[in-house]
């Protein structure tokens, strides 16, 4: 068998398969035995027809299918050995049909060619932003983290975020307390004016005392959700709307959050045994907690920062095989049309110059994914999908088991492959290149965030401090 290749520009070109009678014929005599020894062949005991009936029979047939297998390996063989750094898949070029009575063939595969790159991370030097940690925000935390760790209590007046104790009456058009079967009345009614939607409803409670009466609208305070409305009025959800209008809470009792006190017992709380002893120490281990809440928004935007130099400096004046990937393209997927396969090319161009330069990147750095690192990143996915619906602190128990089902998911899986490849690449480009660290207030980090965004139109996140 000969295999060449023939380029017809600088990235296309042609792989040239010349198969020989010797490269096919064994094969097409075992497949023909196969079909006599398993076939049910009208005429003929099953494995009892000789090879002349099934050379006339079958012989066409199989001669294809084997020369066509043939000739694919063949070429794929040929990249393979050559170390050909290909776009898509070979393409069978069109041809005349098959005289399946010659004894030599000649099959071309159509081939585009990722461009040739040299990527120099060494003498490249990117921006990376750390937040600075303000008073503020260890205050706010302070703050936070003394609620959590505190305790519920009593109170005869409203405070900040109280809850509020009494019975809720429905009350008639003229402000009177509505009576009858069909009255919603409530004697063991709780509110939360903080978590109120209307900031209206909520002043209401201010600087109330117990006894008072408040009348406020149900409706208004969750901007008419029905599982809250017939959570705080104790009804069935079909009968919301009968909950329109006006309510009289007559204040019982008040639950305040009495924040917890400085002292070894909350710090041990917070921190684990023997890491906190004082104050000082204290708010240096917040500020540590808030620095490792705030360092993912300066990996993204490096990330970002990262993208956009690569792309710019690589991807700006990168050719591409445009007429292979236009039959590429309409080979592999049915639905596009001929006359859109133009407009659809350019629109993703930027995607295919980019996914040459990661795998480029991937290559130089020798970034490989290892089933760990898959394992990882799902790990850390699963355990942010926890702390989005406040089961953080079932972790220990569900993100093994989390983390197993998403593994098995097939598509799941591919995204949780592609995270920690990103996670790996980013890293190691962080690790190659010399930064130019800068320190910056949250405030200015927005700033430059929204710069981006505006200058790009997409979206580089830049999270608030959250409490841990």
Same mark, same amino acid.
């Given at each position: 068998?000969?295999?060449?290749?023939?380029?017809?520009?600088?990235?296309?070109?042609?792989?040239?398969?010349?198969?020989?009678?010797?490269?096919?014929?064994?094969?097409?005599?075992?497949?023909?035995?196969?079909?006599?020894?398993?076939?049910?062949?009208?005429?003929?005991?099953?494995?009892?027809?000789?090879?002349?009936?099934?050379?006339?029979?079958?012989?066409?047939?199989?001669?294809?299918?084997?020369?066509?297998?043939?000739?694919?390996?063949?070429?794929?063989?040929?990249?393979?050995?050559?170390?050909?750094?290909?776009?898509?898949?070979?393409?069978?070029?069109?041809?005349?049909?098959?005289?399946?009575?010659?004894?030599?063939?000649?099959?071309?595969?159509?081939?585009?060619?990722?461009?040739?790159?040299?990527?120099?991370?060494?003498?490249?030097?990117?921006?990376?932003?750390?937040?600075?940690?303000?008073?503020?925000?260890?205050?706010?935390?302070?703050?936070?983290?003394?609620?959590?760790?505190?305790?519920?209590?009593?109170?005869?007046?409203?405070?900040?975020?109280?809850?509020?104790?009494?019975?809720?009456?429905?009350?008639?058009?003229?402000?009177?307390?509505?009576?009858?079967?069909?009255?919603?009345?409530?004697?063991?009614?709780?509110?939360?004016?903080?978590?109120?939607?209307?900031?209206?409803?909520?002043?209401?409670?201010?600087?109330?005392?117990?006894?008072?009466?408040?009348?406020?609208?149900?409706?208004?305070?969750?901007?008419?959700?029905?599982?809250?409305?017939?959570?705080?009025?104790?009804?069935?959800?079909?009968?919301?709307?009968?909950?329109?209008?006006?309510?009289?809470?007559?204040?019982?009792?008040?639950?305040?959050?009495?924040?917890?006190?400085?002292?070894?017992?909350?710090?041990?709380?917070?921190?684990?045994?023997?890491?906190?002893?004082?104050?000082?120490?204290?708010?240096?281990?917040?500020?540590?907690?808030?620095?490792?809440?705030?360092?993912?928004?300066?990996?993204?935007?490096?990330? %970002?920062?990262?993208?956009?130099? $690569?792309?710019?400096?690589? /991807?700006?004046?990168? *050719?591409?095989? &445009? =007429?292979?990937?236009?039959?590429?393209?309409?080979?592999?997927?049915?639905?596009?049309?001929?006359?859109?396969?133009?407009?659809?090319?350019?629109?993703?161009?930027?995607?295919?110059?980019?996914?040459?330069?990661?795998?480029?990147?991937?290559?130089?750095?020798?970034?490989?994914?290892?089933?760990?690192?898959?394992?990882?990143?799902?790990?850390?996915?699963?355990?942010?999908?926890?702390?989005?619906?406040?089961?953080?602190?079932?972790?220990?128990?569900?993100?093994?088991?989390?983390?197993?089902?998403?593994?098995?998911?097939?598509?799941?899986?591919?995204?949780?492959?592609?995270?920690?490849?990103?996670?790996?690449?980013?890293?190691?480009?962080?690790?190659?290149?010399?930064?130019?660290?800068?320190?910056?207030?949250?405030?200015?980090? %927005?700033?430059?965030?929204?710069? $981006?965004?505006?200058?790009? /139109?997409?979206?580089? *996140?830049?999270? &608030? =401090?959250?409490?841990?």
């Amino acid at each position: 068998m000969d295999v060449t290749l023939e380029k017809t520009s600088e990235l296309e070109g042609f792989i040239v398969v010349k198969v020989a009678e010797a490269d096919y014929a064994d094969r097409v005599k075992k497949e023909l035995k196969e079909i006599g020894a398993t076939r049910q062949i009208p005429g003929f005991r099953k494995g009892h027809i000789d090879m002349n009936q099934l050379r006339k029979r079958f012989g066409n047939e199989v001669k294809a299918h084997v020369l066509n297998e043939v000739s694919a390996d063949a070429c794929l063989k040929y990249i393979e050995d050559n170390k050909l750094d290909i776009l898509g898949q070979p393409i069978p070029a069109e041809h005349e049909a098959i005289d399946l009575e010659a004894k030599e063939y000649t099959f071309k595969y159509e081939i585009g060619f990722a461009p040739e790159l040299n990527l120099d991370f060494a003498n490249t030097t990117l921006p990376f932003y750390n937040i600075a940690v303000s008073d503020e925000m260890i205050d706010e935390q302070d703050k936070a983290l003394r609620q959590q760790a505190g305790t519920q209590e009593p109170a005869q007046e409203y405070a900040e975020r109280a809850l509020v104790k009494g019975s809720i009456m429905q009350l008639n058009e003229d402000g009177s307390v509505k009576e009858g079967d069909d009255a919603i009345q409530v004697t063991d009614g709780i509110v939360a004016p903080f978590l109120f939607k209307s900031a209206d409803e909520a002043k209401k409670f201010e600087g109330t005392k117990v006894g008072d009466k408040v009348v406020f609208d149900a409706f208004a305070t969750c901007d008419g959700n029905e599982a809250e409305i017939a959570s705080m009025l104790h009804i069935d959800r079909d009968k919301v709307e009968s909950a329109r209008g006006n309510f009289e809470m007559t204040i019982t009792e008040f639950v305040v959050n009495k924040p917890a006190e400085l002292g070894e017992e909350f710090y041990n709380k917070v921190f684990g045994a023997d890491k906190v002893h004082n104050e000082e120490e204290y708010r240096k281990a917040i500020s540590e907690m808030i620095a490792r809440a705030l360092q993912p928004n300066s990996n993204q935007l490096f990330t %970002r920062n990262a993208e956009d130099y $690569l792309m710019e400096t690589y /991807g700006a004046g990168m *050719a591409l095989p &445009e =007429t292979f990937l236009r039959k590429f393209m309409l080979r592999t997927n049915s639905e596009i049309k001929e006359e859109d396969i133009d407009g659809i090319v350019k629109r993703n161009i930027p995607a295919i110059k980019w996914e040459i330069l990661e795998n480029k990147a991937a290559e130089t750095l020798g970034v490989k994914v290892e089933e760990d690192d898959v394992k990882a990143a799902a790990r850390t996915y699963g355990m942010e999908q926890l702390q989005q619906y406040g089961m953080a602190h079932m972790a220990d128990q569900m993100l093994d088991y989390f983390t197993e089902n998403m593994l098995k998911d097939e598509k799941q899986r591919r995204q949780l492959v592609h995270m920690a490849f990103n996670n790996k690449l980013f890293a190691a480009i962080h690790a190659a290149v010399k930064l130019d660290e800068k320190t910056v207030s949250l405030d200015e980090f %927005r700033a430059i965030v929204a710069a $981006l965004n505006n200058a790009t /139109g997409e979206q580089v *996140a830049a999270e &608030e =401090t959250p409490a841990e």
